[in-house]
């Protein structure tokens, strides 16, 4: 398997000294280019204590491989600066829980220098001072190099290099996709919701399903209708810190009942989300959510004309994105599909809208992350698709013919017999759906201008 | 010779130290030229020979020869670290690598920046703690005292080695690589079964409180070390090394005053061992910052530990006294406790919110006020009267219940069809499901009567491996059956019928007994082993012991089967009785073995002793074939024991499978029969018309007029299952219809169809060995510690038909075996008596793994059956509700609620039982109820709740028994939910004096069952 490295070059060290946090930044886009330490933010966190835990938590987060706990590689978090807001986002080193920290406008006073995406550095420093922050200590935030670090910036630089494995770029960014999928489930006042999270089993793998009853939520150890589904109990234990502080926890889960799950505690001028995915073991990628929005051309098209409108929104509305790019909302909603699995953009659960964010990380390497769209591209390209009606196809594979019904998505490869569309359409579905898709696909298809396609993907 | 041949012949054929030797003296350009050989020379060799295969190296290999001469010639670092980490030079992972010293001896020739620059690339090179790099990358670190880059696993790997205290105290490494024994991943985990109680030699604990006593290593590089890991975080398993580390070290007053902070920090979220140790600590100290202590003690006393909220409430306690202005500040913290999930620390908070109120502002307790509604109604009413405000009130639960509706499960659905046509019956699946074998007998039948010609050829290629089948003494499994009844009509008369041999002499056993050694037939000479005559020998003993009274005919009387069984030969008997007492051949002396009687169609002789006998009389009396078998001495015929003719040939012995096995196997068994006899009725009575298995009665009597119009005689088995799986009820037009019947067969039926089924008695019976005797606790007091079991009890009066009456009868407790096979056919037997059903499975309820074991699924397939449930039926879903998963009991539970005939008595009564004295456990079962009533079955639950206490309840002087107070907690609940009334005896006692939770709970249920 091929696994791209990401090498991290921060000015400093984060620190966190005398009430004054701050946090490195390596490369990364903003509204004015690429910037080597791209600064964001400066000001006040007003909620101290309850923003040291949860970045602390999303560090966690960051360190965990939840189904085989071993120490290894782990990858700093993700900071997005959205204007009004800021967003710390990680991935767990086994690519099955997303977690992300938003803090919101009530929660930071301070001033806006940028709006942009970077990693942030987090080493043992950082993380014992932010456990020693108490709720009256003031704690001031810089993002990116500010007026006490700039002396400092041509002294210690800190380079890490981590491999970054493929899985775990494509599911970090197909899981905001899979979470544009949520809906509410349940929401829980304070005092419950900490009675329901200290009630789960302690055994870390436990799996069970969370079911709403009246005010509370009830365990399940068997899928029930309207279930949110917990596999690994375990994985929600960075949430305990931040118990005292919850104010709410808010339940999303599929409507297709697959299995994942969202997670999210209100917290005084902030949330905390974790997004987990449907068993300990399985990452977030080739869950194939993806793969029909992907697979049309006419999408990549759209994807770079909406590209161009993102500009580090804090909320995307579809519709004013509709507006201004002239597309109808179907087709926008699938752009921004693409651009979720390009990893440019997030979904914030309880805003039901997608935010702009580019994953700071090789972006033609995010995007062409997907092997079964690829292989698809290559059944098509080598002329292995047959079409045979209005809704099949046959397709020659090295292991034989595969009959493919493509509205139902059924194919007769192993692969689909394993798995019945759980994991989202095979290859040879793909593929027929893709060849089917060009025999009759409509004659003006949205002539985004080149150039500016082209340099929005830059 | 040049450089590069000597080298080459010293890595070929010399020894390591050799080599090293050479190596160390080699000038600059003979490096060069061994570096320049050598990659060539590795390829090659690897080409040539398999020399540098992984497998083949330990014994042949020259890797470590290799990897010498490269560590003293290849220029660069970085190709000497890449080198030395080639695949096919490096040892496995749990190999020691035997070059260590040659290579530290090579590599020390080289400049110091060099070396250094190596050492560090083979450090990151290390992936884990057992690489077998580390050896020498240790040597090396140790040798050229290099400084270490960051890396982890470098750490686990030195740690890896237990430590000796006199080469510890020399190790340069332990100064750099000590402090980072804190920060690296995963060094807890590594570490986290060293044990300080009191640590043993050879443990990192032991080593290093030692060394730290002696003042090698500093108490603060140790103190800091720890406290910075608990700061980072981690779970109680990765800092459970950390915390006796702590622990071994004493930190003493000052130490622990100049980190009180960190100490403080630590309270509101590490894990609890690591917040025991700091509060410990920190109480330890006098002075701290007040407004700290104020935020920790809110953070403590939010915790979910019972333990680390008392002792804060202690704190807070004493620091109230001390200063009671306080007193609003700790307001928060006190409040936080409230919520706590324990009562204990809930009512201790209230007291000492109370004991505090006087020196609250009302600002202060407005905060109290505030968190009021997290109380209980009693602690709310004390706290109320300390700061005003209004406690919740006393019965009005605060959130009011809405019960899910019950949805009843979906009516059984229709039986498939059986198949349509010939090329159906045969894609029939030979899978052991009770639905298929249904099918295929029912279409065997129907078609062996329409089309048997279509009907051979379509099943001529079917039939084959049919040899190992005949060779066999006995069918256990339905398709054995069907391959022979297939065979027979295949070519009729292939079976040479079972083969009885001479027995081998066992002493004792065999003497007088010795089976004889007759041979029908036999022509492929199967092997009998001695397990099965040695059943066979017990069924005999057995039956010859209990034996009966005298026999009606003497031994030696032919017995005519072509009269008894051809069609219209009992056509002019006219009573029922006549008609079964006609069918009785038993009665008829089957004393000669093997006798071979001719059918008389196809005129082939068949053995007499086949399943032709047993399959019209579907019965067999031990009590009436004994005395034929017996001479004047009272010992078994040895001739009929020899030719085993008491029972139907390859049916096995009613002592080695559970009876509705051999029900079953009986029914296929008689389709043989009457294939060989050519007595095949056109139609099979007993196929089943729903999914349960049950039959529609007008679908019934169509079939027997059928069979009438035919002139035929339904199968007894046949007749029998059919009349079995009959519905409880029928309309009268159904039972007019069935009078009209004439055949002794319909009289009978419509007999059956105007009285209903009968209705079994059935009960568990609780037994317990002692002194050796087994014996029931409704007749001996059980002794406190005894082990019980349960046991089935069924009766039923007689009915007349001879397999009813077993199917109904008493329960065999035998399990071994070929017992509990088919257990999922057995509903399907008995769809209208599901409480024989359930006795029968409980005998494989409790037992052990390797038995068979009644499955969730098995009880499932019960409830959707129809009859009366009592004590067996209940008992079973007691088991499965007080599984560690409840699931399956609560569905079931779930599922008989909603239809509306849960034996919620009975259920409650098994389950205080089943938990009382087996080993499951009632706590289990409480959660499992909770779930059922909190899915809609509140009112059974409160029922079987009901019925459970008066068993659950402790006698006078007994302490309550584990998950007695769940129990009751849930009852408190639900019966809130079910509106429950009326006092439950025995309730009242505990309550009176006890503080405990147990009295608590006890007194708030009977408060609320009395309640006007």
Redesign the interface.
Known sequence: MTSAVQAYSYAGPSTLSDGHLGLSTSGGRTTTGFLDHPRFFSGLLTQAAPAA?GL?AVA?VA?ARYHR????FTRDPVVTCGGDRLRFESFSACGGVYARLDVLGPALDGEVFDRGTTNVDVN?PL??AL??????DPLHVGVGPDELTVTTLDGAVVEKKVPLPDRWLRGFAEVQVIASGFDLRAELAG?QA??FL?GLPKRATAEVWAVP????L?L???AVPGGVHLAGTGRL?TM??L??FAKALRLYGPADGSGSSAWELELPGMRYTLVLSPQAWRGFSGEGAVLDDLSSDVVAGDADLVGILLDFEPTLELGVLAERSGLAPERVRASLTQLGTAGRVGYDLFEAAHFHRELPYDRDHVAALNPRLGSARSLIASGAVRLTGPDSAEVTTGGGVRLVRMAEGSCTCPWWYDHLGSRGPCKHVLAARMAAGTADAPAGSPAAPASLAREDSR | MTTWDEVRDLVERGGLDALAARMVELGDAERREVARELPGYLKSAGREARAFDPWARRRNGRGEHLRVAGAGSLGGAAAVATWLNRRELTVFEWETPGDTGALVRVISAREPAWQADLVARLVLRIRTATSPGLPLVLALLRGTGVTPPEH??LV?GWLATPPRLGELRRDPLLDTLLPRIF????VG?ALREERSDPPRGGTWLRALSVLSREGRVSRETLVNGCV?RF???G?ATDLRFFVRLHELLEPTYEEVEVRA??Y??LL??APGPVAELALRHLRRLGDLDP??VT?AL??LL?R?ESGLVRTGLTWLDQTLRRSPERADELAPALA?AF?H?AYAVRERATRLAVKHAAHLTPLGAETLRAALG?LPPDLGLLLAGAVGGEAGPEWEEP????PPPLTPPDPAGAFPEPPGTIAELVRVRSSPDWREAERWLAGFVRFAGEDREALRAALTGGVHEIHDLYRSESWYAPHDWFTAIAAELVSPGADPGPAVHEAPEVSGVAEGWTLGSVRIGTRDGGETSLGDLLTGARDHIMRFLTGGDGGAAGPGERHDLSRTVSPGGRSDATDFEDFYSSLRIWNRPAGEGGEIVTTPETGEAIFAGSSGHDAVTGHRAPEEIRPDRSDRHGWPDRTARTARTDWPDRLPGEDSVSAPHRFVLRRCAEVLAALRTGTLPPVLLATPTRATGHLDPAVFLTRLEAVEAAGAEPLPADFQQALLRLPGSTDPETAARAGRLTSEAGRRAARWLAEGPVEPETRVRWTFTENGNARHTDEHAPPPDAHLSPAPWVRTGPTGLPLVDELLGEVSHRDWEQHGRYMDWWPAVLPSHRDVVAARYLPYLLHSYYRPQVQPDHVEALAACDGPVGEPTALLLAFFLAQR???HGVRLVLRMAARGDLPAEALGAQLALLTNRARVKLPHAVAGLG?AA?QGAHREVWEVIRAALPHVLPGEGERPRSGATDLVTLGVEVARWAGARGEIPGLAPPLRRSSSEFGRQCRRLHDYLVRP
Request: hydrophobic share 25%; net charge negative; proline share 10%.
């Open positions: 835990t602390l966690d360190l706990p071993q120490p290894g043992n993380r014992e456990a020693r922050v108490g709720g009256r005092p900490v009675r200290r009853s009246g005010r509370e009830r399940s150890e068997r234990a305990t810190p118990l005292r | 982890d696993p686990l920060e690296a991943q995963g985990r910075s700061l980072r975080g779970d902070r960190d403080l920090r509101p979220a407004a700290d935020e809110e953070g939010f979910a936080s919520g999930e997290a959130e009011v219940f809405v998963d409840p699931d779930q909190g």
